[in-house]
Structure formats: structure tokens, C-alpha cells
């Protein structure tokens, strides 16, 4: 049954987007497929929305469709399987025809496409490609995260005498071995995929993520940084480096294809390649994006440390927005950096209270909607992974479509915000985990501040959307839908 519940998502979503081929890559971050459309004019929004199991879509040049987690990865991996095997187009006139628009619909159809051309920003596509590096990666940071949490609060306990150095320091190494088989080579996995998104080889791509960390220089006699004359430093720009030297290599490979003969293309190509990158990587690259890196963490450090509760506020209840358009991925190398350079991010725990507000809001809906079946089977269907952490459910079936409450769960993520903001000091040692998943990764014994926020946006939300933010026809009396099988009723879930 579950294998048939994905291939009909995967079918029925290809439906309504004009099939197989009208879809570049297929990507899954925690909860959406990303979809690249290369004709939105093929796509049947209001049909995809329809379709059973779709949680909610965001329409911006990357079509994103809420499915879930869990069922996103098998969704999407179904979807790349078809591409791959190229089945027939699927026909979409039949989903039109069902669909029963007419000729305003479809000019209104054209005209939204148009406009989303006319929306394709410089910065979108800079926000779009970001995106497509980072979120492959986002459950490699889950799994690695959270083992690496629970070396932690070993290594503490060992620390504390509280179990015994001889029995567990063996244990601990061995998760920290596996946590380092992601974080100690990030770049490289970053490199090769920034290579898929620019264009570049995928393989020279990890060897230029690999030049960052300076494996055969020698530590006694350092290359210069030629700006200040001081030694440089393995890994110095990290990961905002490594997306600059991939995307210039993909600049210069398809520079070069236009002129190497095709039969000296594998040999001139990627020497060239790696040559002419590598130099300006070491020399240029490393060089500037160290000193962009450690500004935008100490610009973030410094907003966190002076605006406490304030700033803590703010980055809190503007975060649901930022989820809701797919644009909290860009935050990722910031993330990223602040753990390289610190050892913890202070931003994560605070965007975290985003949806902590958003599940008191669910619980005030709850509460208040009794009556209304569909909705109430919607909230329990989505709030324990809302609870964990994963906001998309709540957003797209529940806050979102009522208005009031989405604003209101914002206000509640503030006022978390703002309780992490006061208490200062409360960081995460790794990112992609948030809610009371996050918890075991909060860094230097400050659990319970974040603890404390997650109940200030817990109870901020509740009361916010308690006595604000429900809409009166929430609360009208409504009864599942039914459908009669074989003289039997059976619930439409």
C-alpha cells in the first residue's frame, strides 16, 4: 500500500506539471519537492493542490510541493526514477478538460507565467541556486547532528562523572568519527554539488572544495595571505568560498570547451581547469571570503550580543515568512560558518521559536475549531512533526489557508525569540534538527534556556491566536467528508 500511495503522488504530481518533461531537476529538502518548470504554461496549480496527499505548493521559479517528511524523500525518489526511465508524456489535456477551465482561466494561466519571468530577480536565481547546493545535504546535517549531539552530552557526562570514562570514552569517539565523516570534508560534498548547479565537472568540483583545506602545505612554512602578509589558514573562507571557486570553475570549463579541440578536451580541460581555479582560489578566493565569513558571523554575533531580546524578537517572528517562500536554505552558510569559527550557531535556536509559535498556535486552533472535523484531522495529522520541528505541514494545511493565525504564530515565534535574545549564550553545535529535536544538540549546558523559549513561543502562540487570531467560520460545525463503498460510509482522510 505505501509503495502505491508514492508511485500515485509521483504519477499525479507529474500530471499536473506537464510530465516528465517539462521538469528539469527534481530536489527534496526535509518536507517539498523542488520541481525546475521549464513551461509554467504545462502547469495546473489549482489540480496540484487537489491532488491527495499535497499538503500545500509554493509557486516560485523552483515549483515547490509540500508533501511531508518521510514521504517527500520516497516521493522524490520515485519522480528522478521516471525521469530517468523517460515514460511517456503524460497527457494534461484530460486534467484540463476535468479541471474545467475556460479561456479567462488560461489566459490568466499565461499571464501569471509571464509575470514569474518578469519576477526572475538576479537574486532569486542566486537564492535559488544556494538552495540547490544546500538542502541534498540537509538530512547528511540531521543524521550527523544528532549523533554528534549525543557525543556531546556523553563527552559532558564523562566530564561530570556521571558514567564511566572507561566504559564510553570508546562509544564517543566512534560517534564522533562518524559525525566527522560529514563536517570534517564538508566542502568537498559542497563543492560537487555546487558543480551539479553551475554547470562544472562534478569531480573538479570536489577537488576545488578540497583546496580549501591546504592538505599539503606545510605548517611551518605557510602560503601568505597576499592582502595582509599573514599566514593563511586551512579551510579559511569555508563554504562561501567553496560556492565562489565552484562557480568560477564552471565559468572557465565552458570557456574552455569552446576553444580545446574535442580530442584534447579530457586532458587540457580539467588540468586547465584546476590550475587557473586552484590559483585564484588560494591566492583571491580564500583570502576575501575568510574576511566576508568572519564578518557576517561577527555582524550576526554582534546584532545577537547588543539587540538581545529585541533582535531576538525580530529574527524570530519573521522566519515563518522566510519558510513559507522556501528562502530559510540561504541561511545554511551562515549557519555553517558560525559553527566552523565558533563552535555553535546563536541564530538557529532563535528561528527555531518560528515554530514553536506555530505549534501553540495549532494547539489555540485546536481548541477553539472542535467542531470542525477537517480541520482539527488536519491539526493532529501535522502538529508532532510540528513539534519536532518541521513547520511546512502546519503552514500549508492549517495557519496559512486561515490568515489570522499565521500572523499570530509569528508573534509567538517573536516572543521566543526574544526569550533566547534575553538569555544570551544559547547555541546550536549543529544544524537542521529544530523544536525538541533540537535539544540535544544545544551547545555548553544551555538546554534549559532553550527549553524555556520553546514554552515562551509555545504559550506566546497560543494565546496570540487564542484571543486574535482564530476567524468565526473556523469555528463552524463541520463533519469529515464521507464516501459510500460497497453500502459502507468511509471517511475521506
Known amino acids: 500500500m505505501a509503495d502505491q500511495k508514492i508511485e500515485r503522488l509521483a504519477n499525479q504530481i507529474y500530471q499536473y506539471v506537464g510530465g516528465t518533461g517539462n521538469v528539469g531537476n527534481v530536489i527534496n529538502c526535509m518536507t517539498r519537492v523542488r520541481l525546475d518548470i521549464k513551461d509554467y504554461d504545462r502547469v495546473d496549480i489549482d489540480g496540484l493542490k487537489k491532488v491527495d496527499g499535497v499538503l500545500g505548493v509554493v509557486e516560485e521559479e523552483t515549483l515547490q510541493v509540500v508533501l511531508g517528511p518521510g514521504v517527500v524523500t520516497k516521493v522524490a525518489n520515485q519522480m528522478s526514477q521516471m525521469k530517468k526511465g523517460r515514460p511517456a508524456e503524460v497527457d494534461t489535456s484530460a486534467a484540463s478538460n476535468e479541471s474545467g477551465r475556460q479561456t479567462a482561466e488560461k489566459t490568466a494561466a499565461a499571464n501569471k507565467a509571464e509575470q514569474k519571468k518578469r519576477n526572475n530577480t538576479p537574486f532569486k536565481r542566486v537564492l535559488k541556486s544556494i538552495a540547490n547546493i544546500f538542502v541534498p545535504l540537509i538530512p547528511a546535517f540531521v543524521g550527523a547532528g544528532i549523533i554528534g549531539g549525543i557525543a556531546s552530552v556523553l563527552g559532558n557526562m564523562i566530564t561530570a562523572g556521571t558514567i564511566d570514562a572507561a566504559a564510553w570514552d570508546n562509544i564517543v569517539v566512534v560517534l564522533k568519527i562518524i559525525q566527522g565523516g560529514l563536517f570534517t570534508y564538508l566542502n568537498i560534498y559542497i563543492g560537487i554539488n555546487a558543480a551539479k548547479v553551475f554547470g562544472a565537472t562534478e569531480g573538479l568540483g570536489g577537488i576545488v572544495g578540497g583546496i580549501i583545506y591546504l592538505s599539503a602545505m606545510n605548517p611551518e612554512a605557510p602560503l601568505p595571505n597576499i592582502f595582509t602578509g599573514e599566514a593563511l589558514a586551512a579551510g579559511q573562507g569555508g563554504v562561501i568560498g567553496v560556492v565562489l571557486a565552484v562557480w568560477i570553475l564552471a565559468l572557465v570549463e565552458k570557456s574552455l570547451r569552446k576553444v580545446v579541440p574535442d580530442s584534447l578536451d579530457v586532458i587540457v580541460t580539467p588540468t586547465i581547469a584546476l590550475l587557473v581555479?586552484?590559483?585564484?582560489?588560494?591566492?583571491?578566493?580564500?583570502?576575501?571570503?575568510?574576511?566576508?565569513?568572519?564578518?557576517?558571523?561577527?555582524?550576526?554575533?554582534?546584532?545577537?550580543?547588543?539587540?538581545?531580546?529585541?533582535?531576538?524578537f525580530v529574527l524570530g517572528a519573521l522566519f515563518l515568512p522566510m519558510v513559507m517562500f522556501g528562502l530559510h536554505q540561504v541561511l545554511t552558510p551562515i549557519h555553517i560558518e558560525m559553527i566552523a569559527s565558533q563552535g555553535h550557531t546563536l541564530l538557529l535556536p532563535i528561528l527555531a521559536m518560528a515554530g514553536a509559535g506555530q505549534v501553540g498556535a495549532a494547539f489555540a486552533i485546536w481548541m477553539k475549531c472542535k467542531q470542525n472535523k477537517p480541520l482539527t484531522n488536519m491539526i493532529k495529522g501535522s502538529l508532532p512533526v510540528g513539534i519536532l520541528g518541521i513547520g511546512e505541514p502546519l503552514i500549508y494545511a492549517v495557519t496559512l489557508p486561515l490568515g489570522r493565525p499565521f500572523v499570530t504564530a509569528c508573534i509567538g515565534g517573536g516572543v521566543g525569540g526574544a526569550v533566547i535574545g534575553a538569555i544570551g549564550g544559547i547555541g546550536a553545535t549543529a544544524i537542521g534538527p529544530s523544536g525538541v529535536a533540537l535539544i540535544p544538540l544545544i551547545d555548553n549546558g544551555m538546554w534549559w534556556g532553550y527549553v524555556v523559549g520553546l514554552l515562551a513561543a509555545y504559550v506566546g502562540g497560543f494565546v496570540a491566536t487564542f484571543f486574535f487570531g482564530v476567524p468565526k467560520e473556523a469555528m463552524e460545525p463541520e463533519e469529515m467528508p464521507t464516501t459510500t463503498v460497497d453500502g459502507e460510509t468511509v471517511i475521506d482522510y
Open 277 to 312: 581555479v586552484g590559483l585564484i582560489t588560494i591566492f583571491l578566493i580564500m583570502p576575501i571570503a575568510g574576511l566576508v565569513s568572519t564578518s557576517l558571523v561577527g555582524a550576526i554575533t554582534w546584532v545577537l550580543n547588543v539587540g538581545g531580546a529585541f533582535a531576538g
